[in-house]
């Protein structure tokens, strides 16, 4: 099997800093779940992988559907699928752990959007989640795994317990991870349209395809919005099934939102452009001990922003540094993309292009995301 869709997870617990990215969690009882998820990828069987690794209390799966999407919160009635867990139509997921669905014999393909409905029968307590939905969600209340099209929904922007989809795809095939911040996440772009510069980089490639583990607010060093990079590196990249390849994209909430580190000992106050180098040459060491390709990103501009505090002169000189490394002759990556220089407003190169920013100077719109992709040399991914 070979990861078609993933999603990296936070922790349903706040942090101190979580009020600055506006992002909540929640939990549900006694309702239906519907999120939607479009393929990077195709095969010709599936299986969903559920997460209850942040979630406080036993999740109870009191059912679980697949169908194709029409619209909305629609589905195709005639691809309508229960999902089965070893065998048996429900399942509980114990407190930190994931579950994989059984197989479903189905031929799907990239760029087909699919949809999950989830039951949940119980008192959920705050569910592991990400901030950055791939499309609008759905909830109504009971049990409504089959209905055809949900009346008098409730609007989900945040993607809960749906960690992953892979595919039976040939054994060859072998993909790419991108890992890190919300520019990874696509958080600006538009929900549903798929357009993160991952997923627009993706639809490029002519074998294999590109999957998305950014995190909103994540940091290198820092567990804050998710374990730090060094942290989650296993669960989010090198237990990816098919995974040959990352490309990453991390530092800049560490710079514009400094806090302890938890790598490599924790100092107090904003990490040094040193810290973050040091960092990033351990994320590249391990992915090269585990054999994988692995691609730096320069960190993107940011002056200007609107949120206070994030843009200071020892923050831009840090990133300054850090890029000049990145871009120079002693970087451990076996290739580095200037993300930076892809976005920058030529005559002032800390600053995003007007038409690329998404309003905040932090983010990039769809353009933005689309100029990313454009930047990289495909022949990189050779997948």
């Known amino acids: 099997m070979t990861t078609t869709w993933i999603a990296a997870h936070r922790s349903a617990v706040l942090s101190p800093h979580e009020d600055f990215h506006l992002f909540e969690p929640r939990g549900f009882t006694d309702q239906t779940v519907r999120q939607s998820l479009r393929l990077a990828g195709g095969g010709d069987a599936l299986r969903v992988r559920l997460s209850n690794r942040y979630g406080k209390e036993p999740l109870d799966i009191g059912g679980a559907h697949l169908a194709t999407r029409t619209r909305g919160s629609g ?25 994989l669905s ?57 993607g809960h317990l749906l960690a992953g989809v892979d595919v039976l795809a040939p054994a060859d095939t072998r993909i790419a991870v991108a890992l890190g911040d919300s520019w990874v996440e696509g958080a600006a772009t538009t929900p549903g349209a798929d357009n993160s510069f991952p997923a627009q980089l993706s639809r490029r490639l002519t074998r294999g395809w590109i999957v998305n583990q950014g995190i909103s607010g ?25 995974v040959s390849h990352v490309l990453i994209h991390a530092g800049l909430n560490d710079i514009g939102l400094p806090g302890a580190q938890s790598f490599p000992e924790p100092p107090t106050g904003a990490p040094t452009a040193e810290d973050l180098i040091a960092g990033l040459t351990a994320l590249a060491d391990r992915l090269h001990a585990a054999g994988l390709i692995a691609i730096g990103g320069t960190l993107g501009p940011y002056e200007g922003t609107i949120y206070d505090g994030v ?33 920058a407003d030529p005559a002032r190169p800390t600053r995003i292009r007007a ?20 930047a990289v040399d495909a022949t990189l991914f050779k997948l």
């Open 75 to 99: 589905i195709d009635p005639v691809t309508d699928t229960p999902l089965t867990f070893s065998g048996a139509p429900t399942a509980v997921i114990p407190v930190g752990e994931e579950l």
């Open 311 to 343: 843009d200071t002169p020892q923050g831009q000189a840090t990133r300054r540094r850090v890029n000049d490394w990145l871009l120079g002759p002693d970087q451990p990556f076996d290739a580095v993309v200037d993300i930076a220089a892809a976005v």
């Open 355 to 374: 038409e690329f920013n998404a309003g905040d100077g932090l983010h990039v719109n769809d353009a933005g995301a689309k100029a990313i992709a454009d």
């Open 218 to 242: 994540n940091r290198l060093l820092t567990d804050e919005a998710g374990e730090h990079l060094l942290a989650r590196l296993e669960h989010d990249v090198l237990d990816v099934p098919g």
């Open 102 to 158: 059984d197989p479903v014999e189905r031929p799907v393909h990239a760029g087909e959007e699919l949809v999950l409905s989830l039951y949940l029968p119980g008192d959920t307590g705050p569910t592991t989640y990400s901030a950055v939905a791939h499309d609008i969600g759905h909830i109504v209340p009971g049990n409504q795994l089959s209905a055809e099209v949900l009346d008098d929904t409730e609007e989900l922007t945040t």
